[in-house]
């Protein structure tokens, strides 16, 4: 499903007006009336209220306008609340606020806190608020009697429902400028923004409601595939073929690099998720103490053992490793392998000179993150990272916090600096590409939050690498995979005390799900 930024929208916007010859006030009055359809949907239970509509003084507040209007036409007991003075409203929003006024709406105007406390403070406690204060165009953190409106909003207890995007939230990012409203539901217009996708934005959206006003679809469907969020439609067409003819050589051999004594769970983990991606064949070189716990544990891989110190991989491996990779087809390197001084020069050598398509994950991100430039000595768009935030802190040289609060933005820009495929894990998943898209993944729960999930991630990507998927395509069908394979189990056992193996033998259903789904899509 395609996401807009705040820009993409208004130049949607623009068009329909100008090209089309739409008026604004026209797609204004067809929002609000959307908006009241689906509250009213959704909460008629409340009926008739009392709602609080909490408007700017912008085309926001002008869609707010509307909704009180239109509740107020359907019996609904309405205060409107514009933090503003009325001069401030200019063009579309004005023309509708008279309409409101001249309806009869109760229409208080509140320009500074004092005020707005003032006129927050008296009457019934609202059964529904209505949020209709910056919508998609916010960009600077939300301070004064708005942070003051915000937070009144917030603590309410009243069921709220937001007009385009909670107030508060960057539509371009999903980061929290400053303090936002959380929603109960939230109706946009056109086509969801990215902020509605990407957490914390995601959070704060409640259930989310894409409605149409009237912008021609000749319009939106030419917008760019800038920002995807990635649901069946789109995973499916990734899917690799498997010709009827093909053998074992057919569907590729991907080597993973991994383990260390004490972790060998994870080099287990992986090998067993790229067999079960559909990989032919998966061979796993590992320290030489962990390999005979990998000949016990793995049946269908192969194992080789290299040299090794104090039970990691030792920089004399790097003849064995550059012997191993001819006639492979991809190679995932990092899941367990330790942070030995030795472990991270060979993980930095095998970037450097490394052929193929590579992953890298867990401790070979860290061998990375203490000279990220060593990914610039491979070619454009051949390698994929798969950090959870602590390991994209690292690589990027910043705080945990800066990469959550901006977790689009962060891993754009190193994926377009680095010229990499970066795959940034948690709820949401980011992928990041070379030239700049992003792709955000729709599945997945909370079940995914157990060790060793990650390890599956290494696996899958790299098993989807190995049968001939480009890099991006195969980080973002392997992330989706991942996230199905969650949900799936979630139906039956809940979305706690999900193992990373229960995931691994859930792979080939859920791979089969997706393609049953997409041919009867094809033949509908």
Not at 170 to 196: P, Q, Y
Not at 214 to 239: F, M
Request: with cysteine.
């Amino acid at each position: 499903m395609k996401l807009l930024t705040a820009a993409q929208m208004q130049e949607l916007d623009r068009r329909t007006i100008e090209e089309v010859g739409l008026p604004g006030v026209v797609l204004m009055e067809n929002a609000g009336r959307g908006v009241v359809e689906a509250l009213c949907g959704r909460f008629s239970s409340i009926w008739p209220g009392p709602v609080v509509v909490v408007a700017g003084k912008g085309n926001n507040g002008g869609d707010g306008y509307v909704v009180a209007r239109d509740l107020l036409r359907r019996g609904w007991t309405v205060r409107t609340v514009v933090l503003a003075d009325r001069a401030a409203v200019k063009g579309d929003a004005a023309l509708h606020l008279g309409a409101l006024l001249k309806s009869g709406g109760e229409v208080f105007f509140a320009a500074d806190t004092e005020t707005l406390m003032a006129i927050l403070g008296q009457g019934e406690s609202p059964g529904l608020v209505v949020d209709a204060l910056f919508g998609t165009g916010l960009s600077s953190k939300v301070d004064g009697h708005h942070a003051e409106a915000i937070a009144w909003i917030n603590r309410t207890g009243a069921k709220v429902v937001a007009v385009d995007i909670p107030s508060g939230i960057d539509a371009g990012s999903g980061r929290i400028l400053g303090r936002a409203v959380c929603a109960d539901l939230t109706v946009t217009f056109a086509l969801a923004k990215v902020g509605h996708a990407v957490y914390p934005g995601a959070g704060c959206a409640g259930d989310l409601v894409v409605l149409d006003i009237g912008i021609p679809r000749c319009l939106s469907e030419n917008v760019g595939d800038d920002h995807l969020l990635v649901e069946a439609a789109e995973a499916v067409l990734l899917c690799p073929r498997r010709p009827a003819a093909g053998h074992k050589g057919t569907f590729g051999h991907l080597l993973v690099i991994a383990g260390e004594t004490g972790k060998s769970g994870a080099a287990v983990m992986s090998a067993e998720a790229g067999l079960r991606s559909g990989a032919g064949l998966v061979t796993v070189a590992c320290p030489e103490p962990v390999h005979s716990v990998l000949e016990v544990k793995l049946t269908e891989a192969m194992t080789v053992p290299l040299p090794a110190i104090d039970g990691a991989l030792s920089l004399q491996a790097l003849d064995q490793v550059r012997t191993l990779w001819v006639g492979k087809s991809a190679v995932a390197a990092g899941p367990g392998l330790g942070r030995s001084a030795e472990t991270v020069a060979l993980v930095r050598r095998l970037v450097a000179e490394c052929p193929l398509p590579l992953l890298l994950d867990a401790d070979a991100l860290n061998a990375v993150s203490e000279g990220a430039d060593v990914l610039l000595d491979r070619a454009p768009g051949t390698t994929v990272l798969t950090p959870h935030p602590g390991e994209m802190a690292r690589l990027a040289g910043i705080d945990i916090q800066a990469v959550e609060e901006d977790r689009v933005g962060v891993a754009r820009n190193f994926a377009s600096r680095y010229r990499v495929v970066l795959v940034l894990k948690g709820a949401r998943t980011v992928i990041a590409l070379p030239d700049g898209r992003i792709r955000i993944n729709g599945s997945g729960n909370p079940g995914l939050a157990s060790g060793g999930m990650g390890d599956v991630l290494t696996g899958l990507i790299g098993g989807l690498l190995a049968q001939g998927l480009s890099p991006a395509d195969a980080a973002v069908l392997g992330t989706f995979l991942h996230g199905r394979a969650a949900d799936r189990l979630s139906r039956t056992q809940g979305d706690a005390g999900l193992l990373a193996t229960d995931l691994v033998r859930e792979l080939p259903a859920t791979r089969r799900e997706l393609t049953l789904k997409g041919a009867q899509h094809a033949e509908s």
